[in-house]
């Protein structure tokens, strides 16, 4: 049961053009959604994270969009540097503890 | 100020055996998950200490076992080894009074089960 998914294994994006991710989720009862970075050899680093409560969250570089009513969530990367190829996961927890749901992750590389 | 530190890094055993795995918590935070990445997938969450008890649980089976210890410090301890149990198995730390769901991961143990 996978309750968050991005469908995009991974994605190559030209250095200063926009990197967009994508994610999906199926429980509505999710309350807050996360977007981790994760190196090799390192752990998942967070990135920045949205409210169900909103529809946008930004920071920097990035930002989060949120479209409760499609159940979908993006990451926008602008513009996007060689130093953010990476694995990006999608997470999502329930308004009860935090436990978090991954999504399988999506292999960014952005091309000098 | 320490992240989050796992030992070990890396580990190789075999069917059947049983494996602990070791995690010290960010400075400050008390509430420790561990969650299981297999290759090409996401982190799956295993479960989560606070107060040195287990809190949440997720689909794993009670070969999967846990501990906190009033350090905060827990360990993850895998019995009865599966081929299907190699994964880099991760720890996580938060502090609980926070809302946001940002977890701290630490870099992981790779257990490979030959």
């Known amino acids: 049961d996978q309750q968050v998914k991005q469908n995009s294994p991974s994605l190559s994006v030209q250095e200063g053009r926009i990197s967009i991710l994508n994610c999906d989720y199926t429980?509505?009862?999710?309350?807050?959604f996360l977007w981790y970075k994760k190196y090799p050899a390192e752990g998942p680093t967070f990135l920045i994270s949205?409210?169900?409560?909103?529809d946008k969250n930004e920071d920097g570089r990035f930002t989060v969009f949120l479209n409760k009513s499609a159940k979908h969530l993006s990451l926008h990367i602008v513009p996007s540097q060689p130093g953010d190829s990476a694995v990006y996961f999608c997470?999502?927890?329930?308004?009860?503890?935090?436990?978090?749901?991954f999504g399988a992750g999506t292999i960014l590389r952005v091309k000098s | 100020d320490a992240g989050v530190t796992q030992s070990p890094t890396h580990l190789i055993k075999t069917r059947g055996q049983q494996v602990t795995l070791r995690c010290s918590p960010k400075?400050?935070?008390?509430?420790v998950s561990w969650y299981q990445q297999a290759l090409g997938q996401g982190p799956q969450f295993i479960f989560q200490?606070?107060?040195?008890?287990?809190?949440q649980r997720g689909n794993f089976p009670d070969r999967f076992s846990g501990h906190q210890f009033p350090n905060y410090s827990s360990e993850l301890n895998v019995n009865a080894l599966l081929l299907g149990d190699s994964a880099l198995y991760l720890c996580?730390?938060?502090?609980?009074?926070?809302?946001?769901?940002?977890?701290?991961f630490g870099e992981g143990s790779r257990l490979t089960v030959l």
């Open positions: 996580a730390s938060s502090f609980t009074v926070l809302s946001t769901g940002e977890l701290f």
């Open positions: 429980n509505s009862m999710f309350d807050y």
């Open positions: 949205i409210s169900s409560i909103k």
């Open positions: 997470a999502a927890r329930t308004e009860y503890g935090n436990k978090l749901v």
């Open positions: 400075s400050g935070h008390d509430t």
């Open positions: 200490y606070y107060e040195e008890e287990e809190r």
